[in-house]
Structures are given as C-alpha cells and as structure tokens.
Nanobody
C-alpha cells in the first residue's frame, strides 16, 4: 500500500523557514486523482489543513497560510515538499503529509508525522 514519510529539521528558528519533504512509496504522485497534502496538528488548534499539490498539477493553500506557504513536487524523486516561511512559535506543530481523495473529502493515507518546534 502507498506509504508516506515526512523528513526535515525538527527545530527551526523564528523568522526562518520550515522545510519538509514527503517521500511517497508504492504510488506515484502524478498518478490517479489525488491531492498530496500537508496538515499540521497542535493541542490548541487541532488539525489544520495547510495545502496540497494535485496529481494532475496545481496547488492550493489555506487562505490563512497562503502568503507564507509554498508546496512543490519533485517528480523524479516522487516527493512533494512544504516550505513555510517567516515562522513563529505558533507554527510549532506535528506536521503530516497525507494523500487526499478529492470530492469525497478524506485522507486515505498518512505519514507518521514529524514534530517541528520553532524556537530561538
């Protein structure tokens, strides 16, 4: 079954950039009709959708994070990446990549998550 794995630094300084990669195994990020997504979770806000890159191309971001967010993909590596810049401690969260199913509106596969702490 499709497997997703997050990777990236767990500690980021304020004003800098959270850079994470999601490596997808046993499934192509360009195949089918999926939205390859980033979600984060905090005790205070719960789950928060960040954005996605679609298998057919294109990206879409949460309005609240659009200004600071960039999601891209590396087809040769079967990876998609998240860059969230100008971070503050409020961006500290468990970050997940996940495969979303359009129209139905759920995620059928998740990475294990990676903790990112924003601190000086």
């Amino acid at each position: 079954q499709v497997h997703l794995q997050e990777s990236g630094p767990g500690l980021v300084k304020p004003s800098q950039t959270i850079s994470l990669s999601c490596t997808v195994s046993n499934g192509s990020i360009t195949s089918g009709n999926y939205v390859w997504s980033w979600i984060r979770q905090t005790p205070g806000k719960g789950l928060e959708w960040i954005g996605y890159t679609a298998s057919v191309g294109g990206t879409y971001y949460s309005p609240s994070l659009k200004r600071r967010t960039s999601i891209s993909r590396d087809i040769s590596k079967n990876q998609f990446t998240l860059q969230l810049n100008s971070v503050t401690p409020e961006d500290s969260a468990e970050y997940y990549c996940a495969r979303g199913v359009p129209y139905v509106g759920y995620f059928d596969s998740w990475g294990q998550g990676t903790q990112v702490t924003v601190s000086s």
